[in-house]
């Protein structure tokens, strides 16, 4: 059997997605590494697989696709690298599959930027970045366009949305001090628009591109965690740039164009500006 939609990572993104597709009526495959998850998927309308994408033997049944969405995350529990997972998954992934699919669509990051002036950057700028996550994800890409280049390419902002936020809605109850440049600008795509864009790409059939897919305005870090304290009743923010960084990714600093996703993706967003969006994802 031919499947419209195989979802390899079925997490915040790729769920969504799959729940999406099979809202519209098409059949949808989906990863999990969990036999308890996969009867909650199965539960839910869609047609589970469990496998590993560092268990090369284990991806060999997945079916033939028209599209596979791979939108595989960084679980920081699992005791695998970001190489492992990102890279050597990828590659196993495309092993396993052995060409039984039209279209493949990749989930990326606009970590691979490296710029930390503000600079602007789009589809064309230069990709140095300077830290690992940064690095392992443009070899994902590089390895995706060595072994399958009509793949789609989709560079995500900063996800944001539903059941996105509640680290930093404690954080920001906790009235704990903030790591990092207030000041650097930050870039956001709500969750309600990358799956639209996702759509879109299937809908016209897309081939062989790169979108950076961010919304409409960045924003300074201060003016964001500003926001959010006053949508959520919270004292105002403060900041410490001395203070240590678990993510690591505090000190970039660029401000993404969207013009690309506008002209042959999504004409308008649903939530073009955090002040559209982050209501509706406290609110969810």
């Given at each position: 059997m031919t499947f419209d939609r195989l979802v390899v990572g079925c997490g915040y993104v790729g769920q969504r997605a799959a729940e999406f597709w099979r809202d519209a009526g098409l059949n949808v495959a989906v990863?999990?590494?969990?036999?308890?998850?996969?009867?909650?998927?199965?539960?839910?309308?869609?047609?589970?697989f469990v496998c590993n994408v560092l268990d090369l033997p284990s991806l060999r049944p997945l079916p033939a696709a028209r599209t596979v969405l791979h939108a595989v995350g960084f679980d920081r529990e699992s005791g695998q690298s970001q190489r492992e997972?990102?890279?050597?998954?990828?590659?196993?992934l495309l092993e396993g599959l052995d060409g039984r699919f039209d279209q493949?669509?990749?989930?990326?990051?606009?970590?691979?930027?490296?710029?930390?002036?503000?600079?602007a950057v789009n589809e064309e700028a230069a990709t140095i970045p300077s830290r690992?996550?940064?690095?392992?994800?443009?070899?994902?890409?590089?390895?995706?366009r060595d072994r399958f280049e009509d793949a789609v390419i989709l560079r995500l902002a900063g996800i944001y949305g539903p059941d996105r936020l509640l680290a930093r809605v404690l954080q920001r109850k906790d009235n704990q001090p903030i790591p990092g440049n207030p000041d650097a600008w930050l870039n956001l795509i709500h969750l309600t628009d990358i799956v639209r864009a996702i759509d879109a790409v299937v809908e016209k059939q897309l081939q062989n591109e790169l979108f950076l897919v961010a919304d409409d305005e960045p924003i300074r870090r201060r003016d964001f965690y500003?926001?959010?304290?006053?949508?959520?009743?919270?004292?105002?923010?403060?900041?410490?740039?001395?203070?240590?960084?678990?993510?690591?990714?505090?000190?970039a600093n660029k401000r993404c164009d969207n013009t690309k996703l506008h002209q042959l993706l999504l004409p308008e967003l649903t939530f073009p500006t955090v002040r559209e969006g982050l209501p509706d994802a406290i609110g969810s």
């Open positions: 990863t999990t590494r969990s036999p308890e998850r996969a009867q909650n998927l199965e539960a839910a309308g869609l047609h589970p997972v990102y890279v050597d998954g990828l590659s196993n493949f669509i990749h989930i990326s990051s606009t970590s691979v930027y490296g710029q930390t002036d503000g600079a690992d996550n940064g690095r392992v994800v443009l070899d994902a890409e590089l390895l995706l500003t926001l959010l304290a006053s949508l959520i009743g919270a004292a105002e923010p403060t900041f410490e740039p001395s203070l240590s960084d678990p993510k690591g990714d505090r000190g």
